[in-house]
């Protein structure tokens, strides 16, 4: 639970010793097939170990958007009651109070800007920094979107770029590109609805993309550039990440239960019934492999007490073939559309429930002339095989940003007046709270 012994606004920087403390966080990603919770201990150095998850199928959302607000309510409910039933002893028997919460794609809005302060000579203060963060600010447009990314991706100090850190430094103008990313405030007031309705408060809003790339990228991938595409249920979410910093984040209306429903309708069979089918027999492309096998597709309504039908393999796949290439399509457009082609890099990195359609990288690789892998979350102690797959990239995702880049919610990045002792304090999250009190 939150510590509540660190509650000034100004602390020195706590002793090694001091770090060694955990926190509890929460995570809830709301998807559109499944919601899940999960809690984990953070432990400095950063080490994160989930003790407690809870998840279930989705109500109440479409392709990423809340559409009834009292269906999600209760499905956020009991994922969470199940989280914390199996953290009970660490949370004493008492429930979680606040959480990470991940917001789609297709409801954030990035915003490249470039800002430049006056330092006149003297050392670059954090002062500074945060002066020059908190110009993030002039992009929201009030009333519609709010900030819930400040990423510095880089400054300069006069004609010096590339700089990591910036304080300390001396010369006459610090230069910051920022990446801000900001949420759209219909999605946001809903998911902060259904938070609250659970007596949940939010500690902070991540962009699905940029919490699934946090958590399925290995070693330098990030730094070198790539795209995480992270195929859901109904949302196709795309983050591009340069120099290892989110720089575009943004989605399609498009996921696996697309690929179900066409099945569905093609095969003349139930959702249910089609969704098994593409579990245990679907492919994006012919293998050769199918060679031949027919698979029994159950009838539907009146039909159901006769004969099976029998349809080949290769006729399934030829049924979600299409669907995967338009998803793909869709994807290289958005980002081409948004001036991104350069800056994505070569590599690929495909996470998400739905990705787990064998033949999947083939097409993409194909369609988007980039080279691609399938990714998991990382590996976070106390993630069982069942927990461990792509279809929590985002869940995983959320406790890494929690645990490791938390300084990047703005209320923080444009208020650092003081030391973050570890990943997570009180303070930082009072401020966040604070904040959301104040914009909402
Ligand atoms: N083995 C599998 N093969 C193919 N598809 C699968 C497999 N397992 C799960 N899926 C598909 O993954 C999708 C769900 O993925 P995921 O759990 O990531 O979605 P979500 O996060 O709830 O949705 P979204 O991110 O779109 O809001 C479903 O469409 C499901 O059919
Ligand atoms: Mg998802």
């Not at 659970?198 to 940029?210: Q, R, V």
């Not at 279809?391 to 919610?409: C, K, M, P, Q, R």
Request: charged content about 20%; some cysteine; proline content about 5%.
């Amino acid at each position: 639970m939150k510590d509540k012994k660190v509650k000034d606004k100004k602390i020195p920087a706590l002793k090694k010793e001091a770090r060694a403390e955990s926190s509890i966080i929460a995570a809830l990603d709301i998807g559109s097939s499944k919601i899940c919770c999960f809690i984990a201990e953070v432990k400095n150095p950063a080490s994160i170990e989930v003790i407690g998850i809870g998840h279930q199928a989705s109500k109440g959302v479409k392709s990423g958007t809340v559409i009834d607000l009292r269906a999600a309510e209760t499905a956020v409910a009991h994922a969470v009651e199940s989280a914390e039933l199996m953290a009970r002893h660490k949370l004493q028997d008492r429930p979680i109070k606040s959480v990470f919460i991940n917001v789609p794609g297709m409801h954030t809005l990035p915003h490249p800007l470039s800002v430049d302060v006056k330092i006149a000579g003297h050392e670059v203060s954090e002062k500074d920094v945060r002066n020059a963060l908190s110009h993030s600010r002039s992009v929201v447009a009030h009333g519609k979107e709010e900030l819930i990314h400040v990423i510095p991706a880089g400054y300069s100090i006069d004609n010096t770029r590339g700089i990591r850190e910036p304080r300390g430094m001396i010369g006459q103008n610090l230069g910051v590109n920022i990446t801000a990313i900001t949420g759209l405030a219909p999605a946001l007031r809903h998911l902060s609805s259904v938070a609250s309705q659970n007596n949940l408060e939010i500690d902070g809003f991540c962009a699905t993309p940029y919490a699934s790339g946090l958590a399925a990228s290995v070693g330098d991938e990030l730094q070198l550039g790539c795209t995480v595409i992270d195929i859901g249920g109904g949302t196709t979410s795309i983050g591009v990440f340069f120099e290892g910093k989110l720089v575009y984040s943004a989605a399609i209306p498009v996921g696996g239960q697309h690929v179900t429903n066409d099945l569905a309708r093609g095969l003349i069979t139930s959702i249910a019934d089609a969704e098994r089918i593409k579990t245990l027999y679907g492919s994006a492309h012919a293998t050769g492999i199918d060679n031949g096998e027919m698979i029994d597709v159950p009838p539907m309504g009146e039909e159901e007490h006769e004969q099976p039908n029998y349809v080949p393999r290769s006729f399934i796949t030829s049924i979600i073939q299409p669907r995967i290439e338009e998803t793909f399509e869709l994807v290289r457009e958005n980002i081409v559309d948004s001036g991104m082609g350069q800056i994505s890099g070569r590599r690929v990195i495909l996470t998400g429930g739905a990705s787990q359609l064998p033949g999947l990288c083939d097409i993409g690789q194909v369609i988007l002339n980039k080279k691609i892998r399938l990714g998991k979350p990382r590996s976070v102690k106390g993630l069982a095989e069942a927990t461990g797959g792509p279809a929590f990239s985002t869940a995983v995702g959320l406790l890494v940003y929690a645990a490791e880049h938390a300084d990047e919610i703005p209320s923080v990045a444009s208020n650092r007046s003081f030391t973050l002792p570890g990943p997570l304090n009180s303070p930082m999250l009072q401020k966040v709270t604070h904040w959301l009190k104040e914009n909402w």
